[in-house]
């Protein structure tokens, strides 16, 4: 009995995969890293997805394809995975490319439009101008 030898009862550093498992984990905040397939169809099965990840503050990336996604976990595709525990020497790895992906996915701001206004919106805003600069002539004393 002395010369046995305690196991490690951690479980391995392993990637969880499928939408159902990975939203528990985010939910449960128990999730590192999450990574969403872009070409799931339909689209409403991963949309809300990025949405939880910034309201549970988890740094999430959008790969090219759910066949690549699926090579990584070792099926033929795969919606969504998301890493939980990764090896000690490994972790400064993943917080670099934590770092990355929230700087790049999560805390991107959508650009809605070009800032371009149509011609009838440029017209009004160039008389809105020419009204504002008569009104201010007119405080200063340069217009009579």
Do not use: Y
């Amino acid at each position: 009995m002395a010369g046995k030898k305690a196991t490690e009862t951690k479980a391995p550093a392993v990637i969880k995969f499928g939408i159902n498992h990975v939203t528990e984990l985010v939910e449960a905040k128990a999730a590192k890293l999450v990574i969403i397939s872009h070409d799931v169809e339909p689209i409403e099965l991963v949309c809300w997805l990025p949405a939880l990840c910034k309201k549970k503050d988890i740094p999430f990336c959008i790969v090219k394809s759910k066949a690549r996604l699926g090579q990584l976990v070792g099926q033929k595709t795969c919606t969504a995975a998301c890493i939980t525990t990764v090896k000690k020497e490994d972790q400064k790895e993943l917080e670099v490319l934590c770092e990355s992906f929230k700087a790049a996915f999560n805390e991107a701001k959508p650009r809605w439009g070009g800032g371009i206004m149509g011609m009838k919106s440029q017209h009004i805003q160039r008389r809105k101008d020419m009204l504002i600069e008569r009104e201010n002539a007119k405080k200063t004393g340069l217009m009579a």
